[in-house]
């Protein structure tokens, strides 16, 4: 296993995110800071805004299985009962989607989240204004796919089963 890409937005400027994402809409980015993180450390804050992803990075080559984390604190809910934050794609393609419900729980999706299908959700409600260790595992593949969801180091959703949306079974950008 290799380390693809890291990033804790704390060494650098709001106008600098173009050194690390391959691509940026910074109408929902409300700022990087370093007040913004964890522990008083550097983060990355955003509004919930159509025009999803809000940004992204290529990572130079395309993977079937892929391990991605972050920490994830909730400020409030969106407007809106359904609100991807986190996608999968294999170049223009979306090979899976995540997203939060108004109700704190998070939906899994087998290509964009409005009009793709969904392949369940978690039961566990994600509280506002608490931090949460997020971890997706993905494999890209049909009919032998999976997705795991580890919340805090828990195991929070599992599937198994057909997740490929198009012909590729692979993923090549993280977007947020």
């Known amino acids: 296993m290799t380390l693809l890409f890291i990033d804790s937005f704390d060494h650098y400027i709001f106008n600098s995110m173009d050194d690390k994402w391959t691509?940026?809409?910074?109408?929902?980015?409300?700022?990087?800071?370093?007040?913004?993180?964890?522990?008083?450390?550097?983060?990355?804050?955003?509004?919930?805004?159509?025009?999803?992803?809000?940004?992204?990075?290529?990572?130079?080559?395309a993977y079937q299985t892929l391990f991605v984390g972050f920490a994830m604190k909730i400020r409030q809910y969106g407007q809106q009962s359904r609100e991807a934050f986190f996608h999968l794609l294999n170049d223009t393609v979306e090979k899976i989607s995540y997203a939060l419900n108004s109700d704190g729980t998070l939906d899994v999706w087998r290509g964009p989240e409005q009009t793709g299908t969904k392949l369940?959700?978690?039961?566990?409600?994600?509280?506002?204004?608490?931090?949460?260790?997020?971890?997706?595992?993905?494999?890209?593949?049909?009919p032998t796919g999976s997705i795991e969801i580890r919340i805090n180091g828990a195991t929070e959703f599992a599937f198994s089963g057909n997740t490929l949306n198009g012909t590729s079974t692979s993923a090549n950008i993280v977007a947020f």
């Open 120 to 142: 369940g959700n978690t039961f566990r409600s994600l509280y506002q204004g608490q931090w949460y260790y997020m971890e997706f595992q993905t494999t890209i593949d049909s």
């Open 23 to 61: 691509a940026i809409d910074r109408s929902p980015v409300s700022s990087i800071g370093s007040l913004l993180g964890r522990h008083g450390t550097g983060g990355a804050y955003f509004e919930p805004a159509a025009g999803d992803p809000r940004f992204s990075r290529n990572l130079g080559a």
